[in-house]
């Protein structure tokens, strides 16, 4: 099947990438000219373990390419998914323009098409958004009836920063709405080389799956941190409690990591988004409301920790780990950025040390001194605290006998606290 993307972001460039593998023929679009050059010469324009092989292996097969030029890619293909950001605002609602104009110029190449073209919604949109936005302006610029003249689908992606490539490649269900059979037809035809249950059905269903997803994955992190906190002033190991709690087939074992708060560009503009959603439709909506609230305290907890056990102004206090989650140099919304600027507030001088996030923190924090190696934090500060589970913070041996504050329970060591065991 011929498929164009419009987007080469996250999740843009990883599901053209894995169209491509699979077996279809794929064209990216994209109004950043670097971002499509470097697709061109085999380069992926962001990380993810094993993305830039695939987009390698696939433009030599000829069976990925990118351009600027959205009307040839629609012209070119026979599905065109929309796959621009959708930024969170101050109230927790999106920022659509990016999928409006992207819906109005696909709107106006399929309107000198003969053949007949859906548009799938890719992009992450509050529930009613594909419906209630999208339809209008691509009937509008069409001139034509959605489900008639063109198909009309919304295909949420269920993408973990790290294991991207796995878990498009090997989803757990592919979700999809869809307008008309038109649409719905070519859905089935493109997913059909994987292996997973399908779930079709409409618009605004496959929108909501895709923020009740996220929404309880958030909540899950938020209540066990609350729950950790309880230990920690028990004095027991939320791990243990954790652990068989897990054990429960109704709960299970995954997603019960207590720690510093959940981190990444999708927990907290989703769950905010559907608050926000909830509040248009007059549904309070006090719990997800609660999520964000308990999630946006929950890193302070090891400052909390740290200055209850030494005064850290005019110390050197150490960080390893900035990113949001190991694997990864994304620090969007990471706890990390709540706890070097308390620590500052109080006067600290901070020394961080992250394997690939270094650069993008220094953009947020100039004043922050950036060391070489997790070793050289511990030797240049009087204390240290754990914000990310990189593996190579694991070593018990690299603190000595300074004192550590582990906000991931990645380690354990000589003089150590856990922020929640
Ligand atoms: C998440 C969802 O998992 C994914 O399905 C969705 O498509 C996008 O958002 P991502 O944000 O990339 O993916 O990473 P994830 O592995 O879910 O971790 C998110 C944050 O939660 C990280 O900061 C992580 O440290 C934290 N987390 C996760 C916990 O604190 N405890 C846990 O048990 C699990």
Redesign the pocket.
């Known amino acids: 099947m011929r498929a164009s993307l419009v987007g080469t972001g996250y999740v843009g460039i990883v599901t053209g990438a894995c169209f491509a593998h699979s077996g279809h023929d794929v064209i990216m679009v994209d109004n950043i000219k670097e971002k499509v050059d470097a697709i061109n010469a085999g380069r992926s324009p962001i990380y993810e373990k094993g993305l830039e092989e695939m987009i390698s292996e696939e433009v030599r097969r000829g069976r990925l390419k990118g351009t600027t030029n959205l009307r040839e890619a629609v012209e070119f293909s026979d599905i065109t998914f929309i796959c621009v950001g959708t930024p969170a605002l101050p109230d927790g609602s999106q920022n659509l323009a990016y999928v409006k104009a992207a819906a109005e110029e696909i709107g106006a190449a399929i309107e000198e098409k003969d053949i007949f073209h859906t548009v799938v919604v890719k992009s992450t949109v509050a529930p009613g958004t594909t419906l209630g936005t999208v339809k209008p302006i691509l009937e509008q610029t069409t001139g034509k009836k959605a489900g008639e003249g063109f198909g009309l689908g919304m295909n949420p992606?269920?993408?973990?920063?790290?294991?991207a490539l796995n878990?498009f490649l090997k989803p757990d269900r592919i979700v999809y709405g869809c307008v008309g059979e038109g649409a719905a037809k070519m859905l089935r035809e493109i997913y059909a080389p994987f292996s997973a249950p399908v779930i079709e059905k409409d618009c605004t269903t496959a929108e909501m799956i895709k923020y009740a997803?996220?929404s309880l994955?958030a909540a899950?992190?938020a209540l066990?941190?609350e729950i950790g906190n309880i230990c920690k002033a028990l004095g027991i190991d939320v791990r243990d409690v954790a652990a068989a709690a897990g054990m429960d087939r109704r709960i299970g074992p995954?997603?019960?990591?207590?720690?510093i708060?959940?981190?990444?560009?999708?927990?907290r503009k989703d769950v905010s988004a559907l608050a926000w959603k909830g509040g248009e439709l007059g549904v309070e909506t006090p719990i997800l409301s609660s999520v964000i609230s308990q999630n946006d305290a929950q890193p302070l907890r090891i400052v909390q920790l740290l200055t209850s056990r030494m005064d850290v102004k005019g110390r050197r206090i150490g960080i390893l780990g900035l990113s949001?989650?190991p694997g990864t140099d994304d620090i969007r919304d990471?706890?990390s950025i709540v706890v070097v600027r308390s620590l500052l507030e109080k006067g600290a001088k901070v020394v961080a040390y992250d394997p690939m996030a270094k650069e993008n923190f220094s953009k947020l924090f100039p004043q922050v001194s950036y060391a070489k190696s997790a070793s050289e934090v511990v030797a240049s500060s009087d204390s240290v605290l754990v914000l990310t589970?990189w593996k190579e913070f694991a070593d018990p041996s690299l603190y000595g006998n300074k004192p550590v504050f582990d906000g991931?329970g990645v380690t354990r060591t000589a003089n150590y606290e856990g922020v929640c065991w």
């Open positions: 992606e269920f993408l973990k920063e790290g294991d878990d997803s996220n994955l899950r992190v066990i941190d995954h997603f019960l990591h207590a720690g708060g959940f981190g990444g560009s999708c927990f949001f989650k990471a706890p589970e991931r």
